[in-house]
T-cell receptor
Protein backbone atom coordinates (compact mmCIF):
# COMPACT_ATOMS: atom_id res chain seq x y z
CA UNK A 1 0.00 0.00 0.00
CA UNK A 2 1.43 3.35 -1.04
CA UNK A 3 2.20 5.77 1.78
CA UNK A 4 3.23 9.40 1.29
CA UNK A 5 5.01 11.37 3.99
CA UNK A 6 5.78 15.08 4.02
CA UNK A 7 8.43 16.72 6.14
CA UNK A 8 8.33 19.11 7.89
CA UNK A 9 4.72 19.23 9.05
CA UNK A 10 5.00 22.99 9.53
CA UNK A 11 7.53 25.63 8.54
CA UNK A 12 7.78 29.31 9.42
CA UNK A 13 10.26 31.49 7.55
CA UNK A 14 10.93 35.20 7.03
CA UNK A 15 10.10 36.74 3.70
CA UNK A 16 12.80 36.35 1.06
CA UNK A 17 14.14 32.97 2.17
CA UNK A 18 14.59 30.08 -0.20
CA UNK A 19 13.03 26.92 1.17
CA UNK A 20 12.62 23.22 0.48
CA UNK A 21 9.63 21.01 1.19
CA UNK A 22 10.12 17.26 1.21
CA UNK A 23 7.89 14.41 0.10
CA UNK A 24 8.66 10.69 0.28
CA UNK A 25 6.68 7.69 -0.97
CA UNK A 26 7.06 4.03 -0.15
CA UNK A 27 6.41 2.43 -3.56
CA UNK A 28 8.72 3.88 -6.21
CA UNK A 29 6.69 2.50 -9.15
CA UNK A 30 4.62 5.62 -9.79
CA UNK A 31 2.92 7.11 -12.83
CA UNK A 32 3.43 10.69 -11.76
CA UNK A 33 3.71 13.02 -8.81
CA UNK A 34 1.78 16.23 -8.40
CA UNK A 35 2.33 19.16 -6.00
CA UNK A 36 -0.66 21.19 -4.83
CA UNK A 37 -1.27 24.29 -2.77
CA UNK A 38 -4.29 24.63 -0.46
CA UNK A 39 -5.41 27.83 1.22
CA UNK A 40 -7.42 27.43 4.46
CA UNK A 41 -10.87 25.95 3.82
CA UNK A 42 -10.35 26.01 0.05
CA UNK A 43 -9.79 23.57 -2.77
CA UNK A 44 -6.45 22.45 -4.16
CA UNK A 45 -4.48 24.40 -6.75
CA UNK A 46 -2.18 22.34 -8.95
CA UNK A 47 1.37 23.69 -8.91
CA UNK A 48 3.49 21.17 -10.79
CA UNK A 49 3.15 17.68 -12.23
CA UNK A 50 6.19 15.47 -12.78
CA UNK A 51 5.78 12.36 -14.89
CA UNK A 52 7.69 9.23 -13.89
CA UNK A 53 10.15 9.69 -16.78
CA UNK A 54 11.02 13.26 -15.73
CA UNK A 55 13.39 14.47 -13.06
CA UNK A 56 12.15 18.01 -12.50
CA UNK A 57 9.65 20.67 -13.46
CA UNK A 58 9.79 24.43 -13.02
CA UNK A 59 7.15 27.13 -12.86
CA UNK A 60 8.19 30.63 -11.92
CA UNK A 61 9.75 30.56 -8.45
CA UNK A 62 8.85 26.90 -7.98
CA UNK A 63 11.00 23.93 -8.88
CA UNK A 64 10.02 20.34 -8.15
CA UNK A 65 12.40 17.40 -8.47
CA UNK A 66 11.70 13.68 -8.52
CA UNK A 67 14.00 10.81 -7.58
CA UNK A 68 11.94 7.70 -8.19
CA UNK A 69 14.61 5.24 -7.13
CA UNK A 70 14.81 6.73 -3.65
CA UNK A 71 11.09 7.53 -3.45
CA UNK A 72 11.57 11.25 -2.93
CA UNK A 73 10.47 14.59 -4.30
CA UNK A 74 11.35 18.09 -3.22
CA UNK A 75 9.57 21.37 -3.87
CA UNK A 76 11.91 24.35 -3.89
CA UNK A 77 10.42 27.81 -3.43
CA UNK A 78 12.73 30.71 -4.23
CA UNK A 79 12.50 34.12 -2.62
CA UNK A 80 9.45 33.30 -0.50
CA UNK A 81 6.65 35.86 -0.09
CA UNK A 82 3.83 36.21 2.48
CA UNK A 83 1.40 35.22 -0.31
CA UNK A 84 3.10 31.81 -0.42
CA UNK A 85 1.64 31.01 3.00
CA UNK A 86 -0.56 27.93 2.56
CA UNK A 87 -0.55 24.16 2.99
CA UNK A 88 1.49 22.33 0.36
CA UNK A 89 0.48 18.78 -0.53
CA UNK A 90 2.21 16.21 -2.67
CA UNK A 91 0.40 13.26 -4.21
CA UNK A 92 1.36 10.26 -6.33
CA UNK A 93 -0.46 7.94 -8.70
CA UNK A 94 0.76 4.36 -8.52
CA UNK A 95 2.18 2.77 -11.63
CA UNK A 96 0.35 -0.11 -13.27
CA UNK A 97 -2.99 1.23 -12.16
CA UNK A 98 -6.06 1.51 -14.36
CA UNK A 99 -7.33 4.66 -12.69
CA UNK A 100 -5.87 7.93 -11.51
CA UNK A 101 -6.13 7.62 -7.75
CA UNK A 102 -4.01 10.27 -6.05
CA UNK A 103 -2.46 9.23 -2.72
CA UNK A 104 -1.70 12.33 -0.67
CA UNK A 105 0.67 13.21 2.10
CA UNK A 106 -0.65 15.14 5.08
CA UNK A 107 0.88 18.37 3.88
CA UNK A 108 3.36 21.00 5.04
CA UNK A 109 1.88 24.16 6.52
CA UNK A 110 4.01 27.06 5.36
CA UNK A 111 3.97 30.49 6.97
CA UNK A 112 6.02 33.29 5.43
CA UNK A 113 6.14 36.34 7.70
CA UNK A 114 7.04 39.84 6.53
CA UNK B 1 -12.16 28.01 -20.20
CA UNK B 2 -14.33 27.30 -17.15
CA UNK B 3 -12.69 25.66 -14.15
CA UNK B 4 -14.08 22.98 -11.87
CA UNK B 5 -17.11 24.10 -9.90
CA UNK B 6 -18.88 22.45 -6.96
CA UNK B 7 -22.20 23.03 -5.24
CA UNK B 8 -23.25 23.72 -2.62
CA UNK B 9 -20.39 25.48 -0.84
CA UNK B 10 -21.56 24.50 2.62
CA UNK B 11 -24.13 22.03 3.89
CA UNK B 12 -25.40 21.07 7.32
CA UNK B 13 -27.21 17.75 7.78
CA UNK B 14 -28.23 15.57 10.69
CA UNK B 15 -27.16 12.00 11.31
CA UNK B 16 -29.09 9.48 9.20
CA UNK B 17 -29.98 11.91 6.44
CA UNK B 18 -28.91 11.69 2.82
CA UNK B 19 -26.92 14.26 0.84
CA UNK B 20 -26.08 14.95 -2.81
CA UNK B 21 -23.04 16.97 -3.82
CA UNK B 22 -22.45 18.21 -7.37
CA UNK B 23 -19.40 18.83 -9.53
CA UNK B 24 -19.02 20.35 -12.98
CA UNK B 25 -15.83 19.28 -14.68
CA UNK B 26 -13.48 21.49 -16.64
CA UNK B 27 -14.21 21.87 -20.33
CA UNK B 28 -12.73 18.99 -22.36
CA UNK B 29 -12.31 16.67 -19.37
CA UNK B 30 -13.94 13.23 -19.29
CA UNK B 31 -12.92 12.05 -15.82
CA UNK B 32 -14.11 13.09 -12.36
CA UNK B 33 -12.66 11.87 -9.08
CA UNK B 34 -14.06 12.51 -5.61
CA UNK B 35 -12.03 12.93 -2.43
CA UNK B 36 -12.85 13.36 1.26
CA UNK B 37 -10.62 15.60 3.34
CA UNK B 38 -10.96 15.55 7.12
CA UNK B 39 -9.59 18.51 9.06
CA UNK B 40 -5.80 18.53 9.15
CA UNK B 41 -5.49 15.52 6.84
CA UNK B 42 -4.66 14.95 3.20
CA UNK B 43 -7.55 14.12 0.86
CA UNK B 44 -8.65 10.47 0.66
CA UNK B 45 -9.79 8.96 -2.66
CA UNK B 46 -13.46 7.94 -2.74
CA UNK B 47 -13.95 6.91 -6.38
CA UNK B 48 -13.39 7.92 -9.98
CA UNK B 49 -15.83 8.14 -12.90
CA UNK B 50 -14.70 7.86 -16.50
CA UNK B 51 -17.14 8.22 -19.38
CA UNK B 52 -20.12 7.67 -17.07
CA UNK B 53 -18.78 4.48 -15.45
CA UNK B 54 -17.21 4.00 -12.02
CA UNK B 55 -13.61 3.17 -12.82
CA UNK B 56 -12.02 2.78 -9.41
CA UNK B 57 -12.97 3.00 -5.75
CA UNK B 58 -11.20 3.69 -2.50
CA UNK B 59 -11.89 2.27 0.94
CA UNK B 60 -15.35 3.78 1.40
CA UNK B 61 -18.60 1.89 2.19
CA UNK B 62 -21.37 1.40 -0.39
CA UNK B 63 -23.44 4.21 1.13
CA UNK B 64 -21.06 6.47 -0.80
CA UNK B 65 -22.23 6.35 -4.41
CA UNK B 66 -21.92 8.49 -7.48
CA UNK B 67 -23.01 9.28 -10.98
CA UNK B 68 -21.43 10.85 -14.02
CA UNK B 69 -23.61 12.41 -16.69
CA UNK B 70 -23.12 12.62 -20.49
CA UNK B 71 -21.72 16.15 -20.10
CA UNK B 72 -19.19 14.64 -17.63
CA UNK B 73 -20.55 16.49 -14.61
CA UNK B 74 -20.89 14.30 -11.55
CA UNK B 75 -22.78 13.75 -8.29
CA UNK B 76 -21.65 12.24 -5.01
CA UNK B 77 -24.42 10.76 -2.89
CA UNK B 78 -23.99 9.77 0.74
CA UNK B 79 -26.76 7.85 2.52
CA UNK B 80 -27.28 7.32 6.24
CA UNK B 81 -24.94 10.13 7.22
CA UNK B 82 -22.65 9.60 10.18
CA UNK B 83 -20.86 12.18 12.31
CA UNK B 84 -17.51 11.08 10.83
CA UNK B 85 -18.73 12.06 7.36
CA UNK B 86 -18.18 15.70 8.34
CA UNK B 87 -15.39 16.83 6.00
CA UNK B 88 -14.47 18.87 2.95
CA UNK B 89 -15.51 16.98 -0.21
CA UNK B 90 -13.41 17.72 -3.24
CA UNK B 91 -13.89 16.77 -6.84
CA UNK B 92 -11.10 16.65 -9.38
CA UNK B 93 -11.48 16.87 -13.12
CA UNK B 94 -9.01 15.46 -15.64
CA UNK B 95 -8.63 14.00 -19.09
CA UNK B 96 -8.36 10.24 -19.60
CA UNK B 97 -8.26 9.10 -15.97
CA UNK B 98 -5.66 11.70 -14.95
CA UNK B 99 -2.87 9.28 -15.82
CA UNK B 100 0.46 9.99 -17.52
CA UNK B 101 0.82 13.71 -18.12
CA UNK B 102 -2.78 14.63 -17.42
CA UNK B 103 -3.08 16.91 -14.41
CA UNK B 104 -6.01 16.67 -12.06
CA UNK B 105 -7.70 20.02 -11.35
CA UNK B 106 -9.70 20.45 -8.17
CA UNK B 107 -12.83 22.38 -7.40
CA UNK B 108 -13.29 24.62 -4.34
CA UNK B 109 -14.95 21.86 -2.33
CA UNK B 110 -18.17 21.39 -0.37
CA UNK B 111 -17.94 21.63 3.40
CA UNK B 112 -20.34 19.07 4.91
CA UNK B 113 -21.19 19.21 8.60
CA UNK B 114 -23.17 16.33 10.13
CA UNK B 115 -24.82 17.06 13.49
Amino acid sequence: KQEVTQIPAALSVPEGENLVLNCSFTDSAIYNLQWFRQDPGKGLTSLLLIQSSQREQTSGRLNASLDKSSGRSTLYIAASQPGDSATYLCAVIDGGTSYGKLTFGQGTILTVHP
Amino acid sequence: ETGVTQSPTHLIKTRGQQVTLRCSSQSGHNTVSWYQQALGQGPQFIFQYYREEENGRGNFPPRFSGLQFPNYSSELNVNALELDDSALYLCASSFDLGLSGNEQFFGPGTRLTVL
